[in-house]
């Protein structure tokens, strides 16, 4: 059987409500799914809700932006609750630094010649987390690209003209922070970590010894080869080799969940041992 571990909702940047989700990922045949949106928990309700009324477990999560040693990784947590605790109450700063950060970027838009508003960015988020993928269909509506991967691909990019910093957790603060809260940690999709290959597994060394559970090794943008050497390099570091599809519905249409492009199955194995990580 297969799960999912890595999927978007309209509490952030995905286009499907959470209840949706649930629905595709019970109808795909999921034995679970692990709902990840960026620094919210704020669809989980409505997602476990819905999963009461399919044969699907759902796993609460989210993703993080952290920083270790200057590498930018994104981090999946897992199994956190919708309520307070160490690292659920860190969410709300962690948005606020994105709300910052969007008026920055629509300021450097303007100042690049497109004429959008943080009304009109807005408009096109249903959740609580608003973020780059917001401005890119903010930009769409304007008629100044054609869709978020253009935008992503020059402006808003890291490095691109209009992209700005915002403020991040450390890696192993997220780590802490997670395990504090009865949760475990992943690094997602590890490849987009600007850096080589042997430094990419002395990161991966370095936040194992801090707590770090497993590596997004069946992920669906990676071909079948690349695939089966992540879980290898997370077999020989003693971490979980979990994976996701990245769903984030007409956000990334070439995605679907469950499969993304069409090939991916997420042993459901890789949840049980994520399971038996937990503090």
Known sequence: ???????????????????????????????????????TLSGIPEALAAAARFPIELIPGVELSVDHAGAKIHMLAYFLEPTSGPLQDRLEGLRTGRSIRNLRIVERLNELGYSITMEDVLRHAAGDAVGRPHIADALVEAGAIENRSEAFAGLLSDGGSAYVERDRLTAIDAITLATESGGVTSIAHPLTINTDAANLRSILEDLRDHGLAGIEAHYSEYPPPIR????????????????????????????????????????????????HRRP
Do not use: C, N, W
Not at 228 to 245: E, P, R
Not at 258 to 269: E, F, I, Q, R, T
């Open 1 to 39: 059987m297969a799960v999912d571990l890595h999927v978007h909702s309209s509490a952030s940047d995905g286009t499907d409500a959470p209840d949706l989700v649930v629905a595709k990922a019970a109808a795909f045949g999921l034995t679970a799914l692990a709902l990840t949106d960026h620094d």
């Open 228 to 275: 089966t050497q992540l879980a290898a390099v997370a077999a020989d570091l003693g971490l979980v080799a979990t994976g996701g599809s990245d769903y984030h519905g007409l956000g990334k249409p070439d995605l679907q969940i469950g499969s993304g492009l069409g090939d991916l199955v997420v042993p459901d194995a890789a949840l049980e041992e994520l399971r």
